[in-house]
């Protein structure tokens, strides 16, 4: 099975070239009587408290398969894309694989037309089914699998926003509310987040989703985004195996690898702006803080919705005013209710 993950491209020096990322990762399946999968059903199991009916819904069934698999490592990736097919090379000892593909101006104005809404525009592609002799004797074909990349200007404004308890609701404070929602629940959005982040892209914003959440759920989340009525942008998620801790048990990335995926997002475009939202429940407010003390100039304004973590309300209000002070050019708003991030939305120009 083919995944892929949303990705952009950036108009490369000179004006004449785009340079487009297309990135997924190649799974198999774990038999259904495997030890593997049985063990892994039975920690969640008990973890989370789980009786019959949870284990059978479709919803724990649908989100546990996204976990339950094999990665298939030195599998050949083949595209379509604007009628030609391109090697993507092959699939990492995780069973990831990433490349980038330069385009001409002209190719990318005739296949991809500018969009009504902001968000820039999007190309789409397929995979190429391998071959008979590519799969090997008694391995079965592979799923049809798609993808999209979105192509953003040089000039304009990106919001880079996370995901869990900024417009999903996650809990993730609380380890077993997280695996739960994680796992059990349908998402559910935060109330108010598709209304404000719609009007950005209206505005003409670009977005990217920058987050701790695992790959294994980069179908269920875009699913989400787009349920929900969240702007569909680049999705930069977390790489995480049920062998590095107990399943699920370690869903937080590092700060350090946040703060370096954004700065790259960042140096792709340095002439665009940049508004950063997440939430006070993890370290956002700190990665953000160093993502602005290193770069200003790029950065419009930060918003952290305050959520119930760890701390007591009070001195989760003194930590983020302690942040934001230490930040005087830049614009930083404290939420609770989307509809506060107005001054954010002026001082990207996204007003409209």
């Given at each position: 099975?083919?995944?892929?993950?949303?990705?952009?491209?950036?108009?490369?020096?000179?004006?004449?070239?785009?340079?487009?990322?297309?990135?997924?990762?190649?799974?198999?399946?774990?038999p259904a009587r495997s030890h593997r999968r049985t063990l892994a059903i039975g920690v969640l199991k008990r973890l989370l408290e789980l009786d019959e009916s949870h284990l059978e819904s479709a919803v724990f069934q649908r989100r546990a398969e996204a976990f339950l698999f094999?990665?298939?490592?030195?599998?050949?990736?083949?595209?379509?894309?604007?009628?030609?097919?391109?090697?993507?090379?092959?699939?990492?000892?995780?069973?990831?694989?990433?490349?980038?593909?330069?385009?001409?101006?002209?190719?990318?104005?005739?296949?991809?037309?500018?969009?009504?809404?902001?968000?820039?525009?999007?190309?789409?592609?397929?995979?190429?089914?391998?071959?008979?002799?590519?799969?090997?004797?008694?391995?079965?074909?592979?799923?049809?699998?798609?993808?999209?990349?979105?192509?953003?200007?040089?000039?304009?404004?990106?919001?880079?926003?996370?995901?869990?308890?900024?417009?999903?609701?996650?809990?993730?404070?609380?380890?077993?509310?997280?695996?739960?929602?994680?796992?059990?629940?349908?998402?559910?959005?935060?109330?108010?987040?598709?209304?404000?982040?719609?009007?950005?892209?209206?505005?003409?914003?670009?977005?990217?989703?920058?987050?701790?959440?695992?790959w294994q759920l980069a179908a269920c989340l875009g699913g989400f985004l787009r349920d929900a009525g969240l702007p569909p942008g680049s999705m930069h998620l977390k790489l995480f195996r049920l062998k590095d801790s107990t399943?699920?048990?370690?869903?937080?990335?590092?700060?350090?690898?946040?703060?370096?995926?954004?700065?790259?997002?960042?140096?792709?475009?340095?002439?665009?702006?940049?508004?950063?939202?997440?939430?006070?429940?993890?370290?956002?407010?700190?990665?953000?803080?160093?993502?602005?003390?290193?770069?200003?100039?790029?950065?419009?304004?930060?918003?952290?919705?305050?959520?119930?973590?760890?701390?007591?309300?009070?001195?989760?209000?003194?930590?983020?005013?302690?942040?934001?002070?230490?930040?005087?050019?830049?614009?930083?708003?404290?939420?609770?209710?989307?509809?506060?991030?107005?001054?954010?939305?002026?001082?990207?120009?996204?007003?409209?």
């Amino acid at each position: 099975m083919i995944v892929f993950f949303p990705t952009y491209a950036r108009r490369l020096p000179g004006g004449t070239r785009w340079r487009a990322t297309v990135a997924g990762m190649i799974t198999r399946p774990l038999p259904a009587r495997s030890h593997r999968r049985t063990l892994a059903i039975g920690v969640l199991k008990r973890l989370l408290e789980l009786d019959e009916s949870h284990l059978e819904s479709a919803v724990f069934q649908r989100r546990a398969e996204a976990f339950l698999f094999q990665r298939v490592a030195g599998e050949r990736v083949r595209i379509t894309l604007g009628g030609r097919e391109i090697d993507v090379g092959q699939s990492d000892r995780v069973g990831h694989f990433q490349r980038a593909i330069d385009l001409e101006e002209d190719d990318v104005a005739d296949l991809v037309p500018r969009s009504a809404g902001g968000d820039g525009r999007w190309l789409r592609y397929d995979a190429v089914p391998p071959s008979a002799d590519d799969r090997g004797d008694g391995q079965p074909e592979a799923a049809a699998a798609s993808g999209a990349i979105q192509f953003i200007d040089e000039a304009g404004t990106s919001v880079i926003s996370d995901i869990d308890d900024t417009v999903k609701v996650t809990n993730v404070a609380n380890r077993r509310e997280l695996l739960v929602n994680t796992l059990v629940r349908e998402f559910l959005a935060v109330p108010g987040m598709a209304g404000v982040y719609g009007r950005w892209r209206e505005a003409g914003a670009a977005f990217h989703y920058v987050s701790s959440s695992p790959w294994q759920l980069a179908a269920c989340l875009g699913g989400f985004l787009r349920d929900a009525g969240l702007p569909p942008g680049s999705m930069h998620l977390k790489l995480f195996r049920l062998k590095d801790s107990t399943p699920l048990g370690r869903l937080p990335s590092r700060k350090r690898l946040k703060r370096r995926v954004i700065e790259q997002i960042m140096a792709d475009f340095p002439h665009r702006k940049f508004v950063l939202v997440g939430d006070s429940g993890e370290r956002d407010p700190e990665v953000y803080a160093a993502v602005a003390r290193r770069s200003p100039e790029q950065v419009a304004g930060i918003a952290i919705r305050q959520v119930a973590g760890k701390q007591p309300p009070g001195k989760t209000l003194i930590r983020l005013d302690r942040l934001a002070r230490r930040l005087p050019g830049v614009r930083w708003q404290t939420f609770t209710e989307p509809e506060q991030m107005d001054a954010i939305a002026v001082a990207g120009s996204l007003t409209g």
